[in-house]
């Protein structure tokens, strides 16, 4: 009867070697910590440096969110799901009472505009004004002693200097993109004037757009506008122009831009002896708008305007920023060469004229990546 003891005991046995074994594995850690090696001092201070500039930013930074209604008879079939005609965008405050600075294809075409502050306070946001040739949008919400983002001088902005692109990507909150000034110069616009934007090669993706763009004073230097490749290149507004630009979209609802109706092009190497030019410098004049303020004017294709108001024009940027940036009516000088002999016309700039129906809906819910841009047209009447 007390055969089965000896079973017992063995099977008692390996049940107590196995948890032993275990335990001995247990005891064993599976990875190995670090023993708490220190980073280089000069890092160290960069790294504090990096995460205090990026704290410091933040209060300024709201998130835009945006509903739009069908349009008139479109079906909800073609419109699509509720999700779709939601998007959401970045911003930033501007003024203690606020106002707050974004991107017009945020906003465009917006039922409702809700904005959401760092603090978690949401406020229905009323459009001030908008501009979609820069693509930049004023908008107003009903608080008072916000905190506001400082703008700096992007005339300043050097490439090669660091900056944060920061922002709400893909419907995330308050993120922060670390990079360098890439290059200041044309944006990818088609329709924009003449003015330098400013590229980096911090991330600018969908959601990030009307974001700022901070040097490490903790300057705003740009509004984060526009990103191509799948958000590898982004661009941002030069804040000078930003400021430049708020007076007329707090007053007017939009921007006069200035507009001379004409087709302009660089200067040949080749035909600068037959245009009477001893260097290729200026803006050759292919074509004239009939009825527009250049031909009123005087002004005739084949003319090469070399100054405005004796600003020198070096190429065809130099003039769409003189007369974009000139306000509408007033008149300006006009020096150009004509068959070898250099005259000078009076003209009275008009207000700019889109060429063509801007598409009414530009922004793509996050997190679709942004097609990539078509680069701009030397062709484009001004």
């Known amino acids: 009867m007390r055969r089965p003891a000896l079973p017992v005991a ?31 001092p ?14 410091r930013m933040k209060p300024a930074l709201v998130q835009v969110r945006v509903r739009r209604a069908l349009e008139p008879g479109e079906s909800q079939e073609q419109q699509g799901t509720p999700e779709e005609r939601r998007s959401a965008g970045s911003g930033f405050i501007v003024r203690e009472d606020g106002y707050l600075v974004t991107n017009a294809h945020v906003v465009s075409d917006a039922d409702r505009i809700q904005v959401r502050l760092a603090d978690g306070r949401r406020f229905d946001g009323r459009l001030v004004g908008l501009d979609e040739r820069v693509d930049l949008a004023l908008l107003k919400i009903e608080a008072q002693n916000l905190p506001v983002a400082l703008l700096g001088d992007s005339n300043k902005t050097r490439v090669g200097e660091f900056v944060l692109a920061l922002g709400h990507p893909f419907g995330l909150e308050q993120t922060v993109s670390f990079g360098i000034v890439s290059r200041k ?14 590229q980096t090669d911090a991330a600018v993706n969908p959601g990030n757009s009307g974001g700022p763009l901070v040097n490490m004073a903790g300057e705003v230097v740009g509004v ?22 708020l007076p007329q979209l707090a007053e007017k609802g939009k921007v006069e831009w200035g507009w001379l109706g004409v087709s302009i092009a660089e200067v040949p190497d080749e035909d600068a002896p037959k245009l009477g030019l001893k260097e290729p410098k200026g803006v050759l004049i292919r074509q004239v708008v009939s009825g527009q303020p250049a031909d009123q004017g005087g002004i005739k294709a084949n003319d090469v ?7 020198s024009v070096e190429g065809p940027r130099d003039l769409q920023r003189i007369i974009s940036s000139t306000p509408v009516g007033k008149v300006v000088k006009i020096s150009l060469m004509r068959e070898g002999k250099e005259q000078e016309v009076a003209v009275t700039v008009g207000a700019y004229q889109a060429q063509a129906p801007r598409p009414t809906r530009r922004l793509v819910p ?13 062709q484009q009447p001004r």
């Open 10 to 40: 063995l099977a008692l046995s390996l049940v107590l070697t196995q948890l032993a074994a275990g335990s001995a594995l247990a005891a064993e850690a599976l990875w190995k910590d670090s023993p708490g090696a220190a980073v280089p």
């Open 224 to 245: 984060n506008s526009m990103a191509a490749v799948n958000g590898s290149i982004g661009f941002a507004i030069p804040v000078n122009l930003v400021k430049a630009l």
């Open 185 to 198: 110069g044309a944006p990818i616009q088609v329709a924009a004037p003449g003015f330098e934007f400013i």
């Open 42 to 55: 000069d890092i160290a201070r960069l790294n504090n440096f990096m995460h205090d500039l990026a704290e």
């Open 305 to 311: 305007v070399v100054s405005v108001d004796g600003a």
């Open 366 to 378: 996050a997190p679709r990546s942004p097609q990539q841009p078509q680069p701009p047209s030397p």
